[in-house]
């Protein structure tokens, strides 16, 4: 399977605990995206990467969340210090430069107790 | 800001059924306009796209017309089949590529 793949798909904690998802995108693919999404809403937007140089990072994710692309290849997306409100799903997407068309992985589930 | 209003659902259809979700967006800019659908169990994966004013997206028997006068991506298919059964979700970007999302629309068809 060469699509964009994620792990772990589901991810169960309690409330200030740390967790790391990562992605593995289409190795062919400069863009690396990070993506929330909650139950009966769209995708929201968090960060990209183009290579390994984050590009942009959205407002919704606080200090509490990094992400990394150490080698322009696979990415990793940390979340300290986790809360209730950090229930979500967070998917990842790889795409080439300049095209619309992004693939997505089948996400990680977050379930913060 | 960017946003992207899209119908609710949920929609339920018999096969062969006329499928139409209304998408509306609101950009700063020229967006280029999308179509993801999502099928259970499965990751959001592109069903079509326009990139400019009167160009229209189709794949699958989807399709969608960018209409720029009344800011609107509106999907269509002629006659839907159980393997339609998914959320759909209108999207827009602007040069960066960044998308923004709508809601989504979960369609389900039924024999």
């Known amino acids: 399977d060469t699509g964009v793949s994620q792990d772990p798909r589901h991810k169960i904690t309690k409330r200030g605990q740390n967790v790391t998802f990562r992605c593995d995108p289409i190795s062919e693919h400069n863009r690396l995206y990070w993506y929330r999404q909650t139950l009966g809403q769209g995708p929201e937007f968090l960060t990209y990467f183009q290579n390994e140089a984050q590009l942009e990072k959205s407002r919704l994710l606080s200090d509490r969340f990094s992400a990394e692309r150490p080698k322009g290849s696979f990415s990793t997306l940390e979340i300290q210090r986790t809360e209730q409100g950090d229930s979500a799903m967070y998917l990842c997407?790889?795409?080439?430069?300049?095209?619309?068309?992004?693939?997505f992985g089948e996400g990680s589930r977050l379930t913060v107790l | 800001g960017n946003s992207v209003t899209q119908m609710e659902g949920p929609v339920t259809l018999s096969e062969e059924a006329f499928l139409t979700i209304n998408c509306t967006y609101t950009?700063?800019?020229?967006?280029?306009l999308f179509w993801y659908v999502q099928y259970p169990g499965e990751g959001l994966q592109l069903l079509l796209k326009a990139t400019k004013a009167d160009d229209k997206g189709s794949n699958k028997g989807f399709e969608a017309t960018y209409r720029k006068e009344t800011t609107s991506f509106h999907l269509e298919k002629g006659s839907v089949q159980v393997s339609d059964s998914a959320v759909y979700f209108c999207?827009?970007?602007?040069?960066?590529?960044?998308?923004?999302f709508g809601a989504g629309t979960t369609v389900t068809v039924r024999a």
């Open positions: 950009a700063t800019g020229y967006p280029s």
């Open positions: 999207a827009l970007s602007l040069n960066d590529y960044k998308l923004s």
């Open positions: 997407a790889s795409s080439f430069i300049n095209t619309g068309e992004l693939f």
